[in-house]
Every structure is written in C-alpha cells, then in structure tokens.
C-alpha cells in the first residue's frame, strides 16, 4: 500500500503500514512486508533513510537452506530506496523503480555483507555510512 500525498503541487509516495518491499542485501529474504514506522513522519509514513519494522514473507530460492533468516522472522530495516523521492535543496529527484529495504538485526547490526544495487546519498549522512561502502555505488 502505498499512500500519495500532495504538498506544494509535488506528489510523494510514502511507505506505511502493510506496504511489500524489496530486499536489496544478501541475508536471503527476498520480499518483507512492512509492519511499523518506527521513526518517520508522525510515525506512520517512513522515507529514505527512516528504521521500520518489517516481517519476512519469502527467501531467496539458491540461499533457503542456509540462510541466516527464516519465513516469518521479525527484524528492522533500513530504507534504502522509494519509488518517488523527495526534491533536494538543488530540484533534482531521485527516483527508484521498486520499495527496497537492508534488514538490520534488533541490536541495529548488519544481518549482510553486500548490498544489490546503488544507494542515494541521503543515507550517507545517518548513522549508517557502513551500508554505502557495501554497496555498488552512491546516486547523487
């Protein structure tokens, strides 16, 4: 689900409760569904970089044996990627073409050792500057 909201003429997707996103890292799930905003915008829409909780709904098929997460775990995640992101200071927008999260454990460590595509350069600025070195590359 995903919630469209309209400030200033500019439109804004936003991820909520109940939305299906994508795994960019090699922990082995592949799909998760959100279950709650912990931080974010009146705690119920979430951006790039904002912490959610999320709940695994399917592995990756080559990694279920010896995957470190199972169908149903309950873990955090970061947002790495949303479908229309928000304008910076300069007007340009970044736009992705999929929801995609990294999933982090309950104590914020990494449940991954390589992420699957690039990151924004938002997330550089969090306390997460580990994520982009594991990542292919940094989108302006």
């Known amino acids: ?5 309209i400030q200033q003429g500019v439109i804004f997707f936003m991820i909520q409760m109940g939305t299906k996103l994508n795994v960019a890292d090699n ?3 592949k799909t998760v569904i959100c279950i ?3 931080k974010g915008f009146k705690n119920n829409f979430s951006r790039v970089g904002d912490i959610i ?3 695994v709904k399917s592995l990756r098929s080559k990694r279920k044996l010896n995957a470190s997460i199972v169908k149903g775990d309950i873990c955090r995640a ?3 990627r949303t479908k229309v992101d928000r304008k910076t200071i300069f007007g340009e927008t970044v736009q992705f073409l999929e929801n995609t999260v990294i999933l982090l ?3 914020n460590k990494y449940l991954f050792s390589r992420i699957f595509g690039l990151i924004p350069n938002r997330i550089r600025y969090t306390k997460y500057m580990r994520a982009v ?8």
Do not use: D, N, Y
């Open 53 to 55: 909780l999320v709940s």
């Open 36 to 38: 709650k905003v912990q």
């Open 1 to 5: 689900m995903l919630l469209v909201q």
């Open 133 to 140: 070195t594991m990542s292919a590359g940094v989108v302006k």
């Open 105 to 107: 454990s309950k104590q």
């Open 78 to 80: 970061l947002i790495i």
């Open 27 to 29: 922990s082995g799930a």
